[in-house]
């Protein structure tokens, strides 16, 4: 008999982690975490999960421990993998706003440092250890780049160090803390990247390429809606008119000759301002629907 052919997927373990396994529960699979065990079920026989932190995850696609994972852009240059891991699809799903996360290098608000060339003989701390440094060194300053293990923007805020590169979104908890940002470093995606060999077997990137695609089904979902309503036939032109959709509206007739089923699918921040003009246009009974994938 002959052995099912399976697939090592790496999740994320952290803050990722609850919304990457509901991104894979909206895409088709149910994965199921155990808190005291690294490997969660899932209900498809041809995938292996293993639960490991974002930062190691690139390291671990570049040697072949992993056929793909999820991880950030940063840590994968953080590990120097970019020219060693294949980077198959950007998938953004972890975060409030439509804004990437930016590494940014950070001094408190009275501090002299006012660009990077500043920091020669400074003290830095950041988590981004690695490319901190190389970006020091590529602009030829020379400074202390030390780990930090957490709670980063307080080591500047006490006086631990003169500067900390740290990750931010909006940048409000360092305005709270009376931070500036002097410089941004870094834009940081998630990604979903797979190791090259893998990428060569035929069974394994078709694989790869249909969680790719249901993924990013799945994200493209979570922006549109589907809208379906009447409207009578000689307001139709009229409707038409102001009505987006992806290609073309279905339109159907109704039992009643007069009247016209309309549906279609639109982006989800417009049906705010859509809905009170389609129905200014003879629209009636406009039902919303979530989508589930857009392929």
Request: include cysteine; charge should be neutral; charged fraction near 25%.
């Amino acid at each position: 008999m002959n052995a099912i052919p399976q697939l090592k997927l790496g999740i994320p373990k952290g803050s990722l982690e609850k919304a990457t396994v509901e991104l894979f529960a909206q895409a088709g699979w149910t994965i199921s975490i155990n808190s005291r065990n690294y490997f969660p079920a899932i209900d498809d026989p041809t995938l292996i999960c293993k639960l490991m932190r974002p930062q190691e995850m690139a390291m671990y696609v570049a040697d072949g421990t992993l056929d793909v994972a999820l991880t950030g852009w940063d840590w994968i240059i953080e590990r120097d993998c970019q020219d060693k891991v294949t980077d198959v699809a950007t998938l953004e799903y972890s975060k409030s706003s439509n804004k990437p996360c930016r590494w940014v290098l950070v001094a408190p608000e009275n501090s002299p440092i006012q660009g990077v060339q500043d920091l020669q003989g400074k003290r830095i701390a950041t988590e981004l250890q690695s490319f901190t440094r190389r970006y020091l060194e590529e602009r030829g300053v020379q400074a202390e780049v030390i780990f930090s293990w957490g709670a980063t923007e307080a080591k500047v805020v006490e006086g631990l160090v003169d500067a900390v590169v740290e990750i931010t979104e909006t940048g409000s908890t360092l305005r709270a803390h009376r931070l500036r940002i002097v410089e941004e470093l870094l834009e940081t995606r998630t990604k979903l990247i797979a190791n090259p060999k893998a990428m060569e077997d035929p069974w394994k990137r078709n694989k790869v390429d249909q969680i790719a695609l249901l993924l990013k089904a799945a994200l493209d979902a979570r922006h549109k809606v589907m809208l379906k309503m009447n409207v009578p036939a000689s307001r139709l032109d009229t409707l038409m008119a102001i009505l987006p959709s992806l290609t073309s509206p279905t339109v159907n007739p109704l039992l009643d000759h007069e009247w016209r089923a309309v549906e279609t699918v639109v982006d989800r921040n417009l049906v705010r301002d859509l809905l009170p003009r389609l129905k200014e246009a003879g629209a009636i009974g406009i039902l919303e629907f979530d989508l589930k994938k857009v392929v």
